[in-house]
């Protein structure tokens, strides 16, 4: 018997696992190599190639070894939520042979949020020890909307929309697989020992799934209730707007889902987010009661592999769920969000520079659990970073660790390098790296390699000669009112930078602004501009120009016609 804490109500009575007992082991690449490929250990760099003991040792040592490794795989630690008898169950499994897992997403937006990571995590480390995985995009369940951890029940979304999001989320995690294949090399992962992955949408099967034979197949077996006693009903009944038919009916719709996969693809264990648990439990209950009556009904000629002679489905082929924790910050905050907006893993709604400025801002008491759970960085490197982040927090190497690893998973090698120069340039930028340059490479975009990370713009000289710091704020855009840039300036979030020395390569040194007379306002002038900060990332480079060049070049700026207005003259 296994209960999870944050639902005492629901039990399982079958074998399953809790992801926070997995993330111990997965650096120790050979300890949870595959149980087909045997590896010698390396004692070289972490992307050393690997060798197969049946080239070195022959098939007896290389079988003896298969299974120290996958002993080694065993996802279980003491005092966890897992009994031990359920613990064994899968370890036993893991010892044996290859198991099929899948993770799933509805898309219900254009794009994955950091927050969906970490269940999909699980399949890249079980993908890369030799198993099957599946990605699973719910084209089809999104229609209905999953009820699980609300009390409101979801807008609906128009079709067109709908489409749109499946296309992009669909195209995305193709892409996030190519980067995981690419990233598992250079940490040491051979192609050789990978399983086998599929990217699927339920779509292609529940769209064609005839309304009886889902009643037929799965209805008799499904209990009310047990179905009105999950949590998710429960308070959505009580405490939300109630739940509809199509909404009580979607963990049905998910255990069909497993079901198709359990008979086409092999898949017997169901991984989720701890908000998942009841329609993991609903969707074991499906897979096992069809998976034993469905022969009965007429759906096969013989009986299928996962039955015993007693027409049982086979203690090593009962379906099994692992679930990954809703992670929170050590302050209590969801993972994820940022003053309560998701972290996306689309450049166009969340950049790499920023998505990299936010785990950069991953506090000290998180980083190392990160690093473990969203890396393949080894744990004993993790330890050695760790410690040289202690000698020198200012530095924040353990979160520049982390934020590159997971830029150069989420959008590759070449962003993660660039991105991360982006920001070493905004810690102690010169004024030739923050400049703004008109020249571009032939891509289109911009050769200044800070150019995402401090945006630019351009105000004619009158606005910012004897004008107050504050009212330059709202000139140049970063204050949306002048009564807020001058908020800005007085709470000391305002940042003016100055040369360390004559020439463009020198770097530049911050200093709070105050509350400064207007007339000393053109000292801050270097070269032709003006480099504030907001905060401590965000940068802002202001190039000042004479008005006429200004007007030449048909360029706008907050309160630019009102002042020509007052001073037509000039």
Same mark, same amino acid.
């Given at each position: 018997?296994?209960?999870?804490?944050?639902?005492?109500?629901?039990?399982?009575?079958?074998?399953?696992?809790?992801?926070?007992?997995?993330?111990?082991?997965?650096?120790?690449?050979?300890?949870?190599?595959?149980?087909?490929?045997?590896?010698?250990?390396?004692?070289?760099?972490?992307?050393?190639?690997?060798?197969?003991?049946?080239?070195?040792?022959?098939?007896?040592?290389?079988?003896?070894?298969?299974?120290?490794?996958?002993?080694?795989?065993?996802?279980?630690?003491?005092?966890?939520?897992?009994?031990?008898?359920?613990?064994?169950?899968?370890?036993?499994?893991?010892?044996?042979?290859?198991?099929?897992?899948?993770?799933?997403?509805?898309?219900?937006?254009?794009?994955?949020?950091?927050?969906?990571?970490?269940?999909?995590?699980?399949?890249?480390?079980?993908?890369?020890?030799?198993?099957?995985?599946?990605?699973?995009?719910?084209?089809?369940?999104?229609?209905?909307?999953?009820?699980?951890?609300?009390?409101?029940?979801?807008?609906?979304?128009?079709?067109?929309?709908?489409?749109?999001?499946?296309?992009?989320?669909?195209?995305?995690?193709?892409?996030?697989?190519?980067?995981?294949? %690419?990233? !598992?090399?250079?940490?040491?992962?051979?192609?050789?020992?990978?399983? @086998?992955?599929? &990217? =699927?949408?339920? #779509? +292609?099967?529940?769209?064609?799934?005839?309304?009886?034979?889902?009643?037929?197949?799965?209805?008799?077996?499904?209990?009310?209730?047990?179905?009105?006693?999950?949590?998710?009903?429960?308070?959505?009944?009580?405490?939300?707007?109630?739940?509809?038919?199509?909404?009580?009916?979607?963990?049905?719709?998910?255990?069909?889902?497993?079901?198709?996969?359990?008979?086409?693809?092999?898949?017997?264990?169901?991984?989720?987010?701890?908000?998942?648990?009841?329609?993991?439990?609903?969707?074991?209950?499906?897979?096992?009661?069809?998976?034993?009556?469905?022969?009965?009904?007429?759906?096969?000629?013989?009986?299928?592999?996962?039955?015993? %002679?007693? !027409?049982?489905?086979?203690?090593?082929?009962?379906?099994?769920?692992? @679930?990954?924790? &809703? =992670?929170?910050? #050590? +302050?209590?905050?969801?993972?994820?969000?940022?003053?309560?907006?998701?972290?996306?893993?689309?450049?166009?709604?969340?950049?790499?520079?920023?998505?990299?400025?936010?785990?950069?801002?991953?506090?000290?008491?998180?980083?190392?659990?990160?690093?473990?759970?969203?890396?393949?960085?080894?744990?004993?490197?993790?330890?050695?970073?760790?410690?040289?982040?202690?000698?020198?927090?200012?530095?924040?190497?353990?979160?520049?660790?982390?934020?590159?690893?997971?830029?150069?998973?989420?959008?590759?090698?070449?962003?993660?390098?660039?991105?991360?120069?982006?920001?070493?340039?905004?810690?102690?930028?010169?004024?030739?790296?923050?400049?703004?340059?008109?020249?571009?490479?032939?891509?289109?975009?911009?050769?200044?390699?800070?150019?995402?990370?401090?945006?630019?713009?351009?105000?004619?000289?009158?606005?910012?000669?004897?004008?107050?710091?504050?009212?330059?704020?709202?000139?140049?855009?970063?204050?949306?009112?002048?009564?807020?840039?001058?908020?800005?300036?007085?709470?000391?979030?305002?940042?003016?930078?100055?040369?360390?020395?004559?020439?463009?390569?020198?770097?530049?040194?911050?200093?709070?602004?105050?509350?400064?007379?207007?007339?000393?306002?053109?000292?801050?002038?270097?070269?032709?501009?003006?480099?504030?900060?907001?905060?401590?990332?965000?940068?802002?480079?202001?190039?000042?120009?004479?008005?006429?060049?200004?007007?030449?070049?048909?360029?706008?700026?907050?309160?630019?016609?009102?002042?020509?207005?007052?001073?037509?003259?000039?």
């Amino acid at each position: 018997m296994c209960r999870l804490q944050d639902n005492a109500s629901a039990e399982l009575t079958r074998p399953c696992v809790v992801y926070q007992e997995l993330h111990a082991h997965h650096a120790n690449r050979e300890a949870f190599r595959t149980l087909d490929m045997c590896t010698l250990p390396t004692t070289g760099p972490a992307n050393t190639a690997i060798k197969t003991l049946p080239q070195q040792c022959g098939e007896a040592a290389a079988e003896e070894e298969r299974v120290d490794r996958a002993r080694g795989a065993r996802i279980y630690k003491p005092n966890s939520w897992v009994s031990k008898r359920d613990r064994n169950a899968l370890d036993r499994l893991l010892e044996s042979r290859k198991l099929g897992f899948y993770a799933g997403v509805d898309p219900t937006a254009p794009s994955l949020h950091l927050g969906h990571l970490l269940p999909f995590m699980v399949l890249f480390w079980l993908y890369h020890h030799g198993h099957r995985v599946v990605s699973l995009v719910g084209g089809a369940t999104a229609r209905v909307g999953d009820p699980s951890g609300r009390l409101t029940s979801r807008a609906k979304t128009a079709e067109s929309v709908h489409d749109i999001n499946f296309k992009t989320m669909f195209a995305q995690l193709g892409g996030l697989w190519e980067n995981v294949e %690419a990233y !598992g090399q250079r940490h040491g992962y051979q192609d050789s020992s990978n399983g @086998t992955r599929e &990217l =699927l949408d339920n #779509s +292609s099967w529940l769209d064609t799934l005839n309304i009886l034979d889902f009643l037929k197949l799965m209805g008799n077996g499904m209990r009310l209730g047990t179905m009105l006693g999950r949590d998710t009903v429960r308070n959505k009944m009580e405490k939300g707007d109630g739940m509809s038919f199509a909404e009580f009916t979607y963990p049905l719709l998910q255990g069909w889902d497993w079901w198709h996969m359990y008979r086409h693809h092999g898949v017997q264990l169901q991984i989720g987010g701890s908000d998942q648990y009841g329609n993991i439990v609903a969707g074991m209950d499906a897979v096992k009661y069809i998976a034993q009556n469905s022969a009965s009904d007429g759906t096969g000629s013989q009986t299928p592999e996962w039955l015993d %002679a007693e !027409g049982k489905v086979k203690e090593d082929m009962l379906p099994m769920g692992l @679930t990954v924790p &809703l =992670l929170t910050t #050590s +302050s209590g905050e969801k993972f994820g969000k940022s003053a309560g907006n998701a972290i996306w893993l689309d450049r166009s709604m969340t950049s790499a520079f920023d998505l990299y400025g936010f785990l950069l801002r991953s506090s000290d008491d998180d980083v190392q659990r990160y690093l473990k759970l969203f890396t393949f960085v080894p744990t004993d490197e993790i330890g050695r970073v760790m410690g040289e982040h202690a000698n020198d927090p200012g530095k924040r190497k353990a979160q520049h660790l982390l934020a590159s690893e997971v830029l150069e998973l989420v959008h590759g090698r070449d962003e993660a390098v660039k991105t991360r120069k982006e920001h070493e340039l905004l810690r102690a930028p010169s004024l030739a790296s923050l400049k703004r340059q008109d020249k571009t490479d032939a891509s289109g975009e911009s050769s200044n390699p800070a150019a995402s990370g401090a945006e630019s713009t351009v105000l004619p000289y009158s606005l910012v000669v004897n004008t107050p710091f504050s009212r330059i704020l709202y000139h140049a855009g970063i204050a949306s009112t002048k009564s807020e840039g001058a908020r800005m300036v007085a709470k000391g979030g305002v940042y003016i930078a100055t040369a360390s020395a004559p020439g463009g390569d020198s770097k530049l040194n911050f200093h709070q602004v105050g509350v400064q007379k207007a007339n000393g306002v053109a000292d801050y002038i270097i070269d032709g501009v003006m480099v504030f900060r907001i905060g401590k990332w965000k940068v802002r480079v202001v190039e000042v120009v004479e008005d006429a060049d200004f007007d030449s070049r048909s360029l706008h700026a907050p309160g630019w016609d009102e002042w020509k207005a007052i001073h037509p003259q000039k």
